[in-house]
């Protein structure tokens, strides 16, 4: 009795399977989305409803992510995206935290296993988010799951978690500050190096010599050629003397006027050299901001999918959904299905032509 059971389950099993495939082959005639994203909503109210421990109701939303995953990679979605907990679930009461770490590590590992969705069909992990804030342990089987599935390339999972938009514009914008600093201080370094003065105060070196030196050695040949000349009488060395004075005083006038000539012509270089490098100082541009946005490592999302009716992004991919349109079923997430799904690429395709036309225009 049992084997026959079991039987007919393969059965319908495979009946089913072979009903989707079919049904995934007359959809894909149209353009079939690269990415979708999805906010998964709902498992506390669909634990609640059936009287059930909050754990239970995450761990039924966990068996609906297996399920639409398996959709949305035979129907030909490369990208998926999910939003498995937010910064400010960290607010919530601490023993759901932690059962919702826990249950997070337990199925990171369960990826890792080998008749896993994941080896299945190729998929490559990623962890979206400020991975600092997880505990340590989901923390290093994260990083684990990710350097284990780096080689898959068929498809691609992403999975948010300590993750807020804000958090990632606000990482994106200061790591392009930091890069175009770095920038500037290495065009700084170069400019040194290369032996540019930024200007000559008294006392500093010009060509090797000092400005105070050349008076220096100038009053002291002369103050020493005339005490040590005491031959001659009076009157012809106060006649020497005089004529000295006045050879001294053309020479320091020929060689402050040097000087001077140097300095300012150092200065009107330095600041031309100024002006030239205010126009290399680098900015940071939009290109730069979205480079190191976390989620840089995928496309923008063609359909984003909130279940138990709400409307609202929830601080989710608000810099990559400003073109995206949002399906929002009454179905809670666990309770989310195949006809769901589908709806909503039918929707998709019904929209492709405005969509397309519109990104076209930004």
Known sequence: ??????????????????LRKCMFSVVSVGPIPEHIAFIMDGNRRYAKRRNLPVAEGHKAGYLSLMSILRYCYELGV??????????DNFKRRPEEVQTLMDLLQEKIEVLLEKESIVNQYGI????????????EPVRVAAE????????????????CVAYTSC??????????????RNEIQTLNGTKVSNGVIYGVEKG?????????DVHKSCNGSLDGEAALDTSKPCSERDEAVEKENTTVNHVEKDIGDEVASRICNGLIEDVQESEKLLHKIPNVKLVDVEKHLYMAVAPDPDIMIRTSGETR??????????????????ALW???GLWHLVWAVLNFQRNHYYLEKKRKQM
């Open 1 to 18: 009795m049992e084997k026959s059971v079991i039987g007919a389950s393969q059965r319908l099993g495979g009946l089913g399977t072979f």
């Open 78 to 87: 490369k990208y998926v995206t999910v939003y498995a907990f937010s910064i």
């Open 124 to 135: 490559r992990v990623y962890f979206i988010g400020n991975l600092k804030l997880l505990n």
């Open 144 to 159: 684990k799951a990710m350097k284990a599935t780096a080689n898959n390339s068929k498809a691609v999972l992403l999975i």
């Open 167 to 180: 958090d990632e514009i606000v990482h994106a914008v200061q790591e392009s500050c930091n890069e175009k």
């Open 204 to 212: 500093e070196k010009i060509n090797g010599v000092m400005e105070c």
């Open 313 to 330: 992004l929830s601080n989710f991919l608000l810099w990559q959904t400003s073109n995206c349109p949002l399906y929002s079923p009454a």
């Open 334 to 336: 666990p309770e989310l």
